[in-house]
């Protein structure tokens, strides 16, 4: 294949059809707040993270040879649509109450805007860090879970949405390092719950939120807790030569 050439067949790879099942469905979640189904918007927005995660891992399995950037490119921009505007629509209309009308605006855009400055650093230092073991700054999809799983367990109250969103925001543009969890058991562990959570809402009341309330105390304590341990561990390690 050439570098001239623009047939996409050219370009597309079977894990860029789970990236595009990705922003479908981010896509399907901002319908589904702006029509106020909200309940469903958060589930697809669950469901975009599992596309998400086995794009990847298709790719790995596949042995991809991505030498132009084409699969690299495909995922972020589907990962804006999923977990950076369909998120924000989501929390705007969860947070739609005259007192606090214009700061929910804020946040949501603050929740795209970081996304994109998040992604587009990613791409930029994805090429040129020796750890490959790490994440620099919190990773998008966690900002997503986060936010749907804390609607969806009965939790949600709009002052501390607002809150914890902002605080994500920020972290994703941080430079506060988070591990890539590898763990196949944590990854089933993680499918099973968002599983749960996409299940009808009548079987969500008969299990009373519980999986959503799992995998929230997940999301919050790898987006909150996880940099504190890490700069114990560093402290603990003491001073290194860079």
């Not at 050219?10 to 106020?36: E, H, Q, R």
């Not at 921009?77 to 214009?102: E, H, M, Q």
């Not at 999809?141 to 986060?146: E, F, G, M, V, Y």
């Not at 997940?218 to 341990?229: A, W």
Request: glycine share 6%; charged share 15%; hydrophobic share 50%.
């Amino acid at each position: 294949m050439s570098f001239d050439s623009t047939q996409i067949k050219d370009y597309i790879s079977l894990p860029d059809l789970f990236s595009v099942g990705n922003a479908s469905f981010g896509f399907l979640s901002i319908i589904m707040a702006i029509n106020g189904e909200l309940i469903l918007a958060s589930q697809f927005i669950l469901i975009a993270v599992i596309f998400d995660s086995v794009d990847g891992w298709v790719a790995r399995k596949t042995n991809r040879d991505d030498k132009f950037g084409f699969g690299k490119n495909i995922d972020s921009l589907c990962d804006i649509i999923s977990f950076g505007v369909a998120p924000g629509i989501l929390l705007y209309f969860a947070t739609l109450t005259n007192d606090i009308r214009y700061i929910n605006i804020i946040v949501s855009l603050l929740i795209v805007i970081c996304g994109i400055l998040r992604l587009s650093r990613f791409n930029v230092i994805s090429n040129m860090r020796t750890i490959q073991d790490k994440f620099v700054g919190l990773p998008i999809p966690a900002t997503a879970l986060l936010l749907s799983s804390f609607y969806l367990s009965g939790l949600f109250t709009t002052e501390t949405g607002l809150l914890i969103m902002t605080l994500s925001s920020v972290l994703m543009i941080s430079t506060v390092e988070y591990f890539k969890p590898k763990s196949v058991k944590t990854a089933l562990i993680i499918l099973i719950l968002i599983i749960s959570v996409c299940m009808p809402q009548n079987i969500q009341i008969m299990l009373m939120n519980i999986p959503a309330k799992v995998l929230f105390i997940i999301s919050l304590i790898y987006i909150i807790f996880m940099p504190f341990m890490a700069l114990f561990t560093n402290l603990k390690s003491g001073p290194h030569v860079r």
